[in-house]
Nanobody, 125 residues
Framework: QVQLVESGGGLVQPGGSLRLSCAAS????????IGWFRQAPGKEREGVSC????????SYVPSVTGRFTVSRDNAKNTVYLQMNNLKPEDTAVYYCAVSRPYYCSGYEPSDYQHWGQGTQVTVSS
């Protein structure tokens, strides 16, 4: 059974850091691209970052560029999202999902599948 499980969320003060994990089971991440998304209360789900686990190619939306870093460990079948200098506007439930194309092609949610259950990130003083 194909499954993604996110973890690592929590409560952090502005300027703090968190590292999210996206662990895959039932398939090998090494042949796909994985996207990170987030959804804040009352807002639509938005893309954050993407990584092609074949060659490590990464992409970021402007609001997180320079603060977030996506990486993968194919041996652990896990993708990570390191989030630094967190801001209150980063508060959301964070999800990972498998891109239907094997490369990062944008952040249209319908282009992704096998969504995880999400992990809550709250940035507040």
């Amino acid at each position: 059974q194909v499954q993604l499980v996110e973890s690592g969320g929590g409560l952090v003060q502005p300027g703090g850091s968190l590292r999210l994990s996206c662990a895959a089971s039932g398939f090998s991440l090494g042949y796909f691209a994985i996207g990170w998304f987030r959804q804040a209360p009352g807002k639509e789900r938005e893309g954050v970052s993407c990584i092609s686990t074949r060659d490590g190619t990464t992409s970021y939306v402007p609001s997180v560029t320079g603060r977030f870093t996506v990486s993968r460990d194919n041996a652990k079948n896990t993708v990570y999202l390191q989030m630094n200098n967190l801001k209150p506007e980063d508060t959301a439930v964070y999800y990972c999902a498998v891109s239907r194309p094997y490369y990062c092609s944008g952040y249209e949610p319908s282009d992704y599948q096998h969504w995880g259950q999400g992990t809550q990130v709250t940035v507040s003083s």
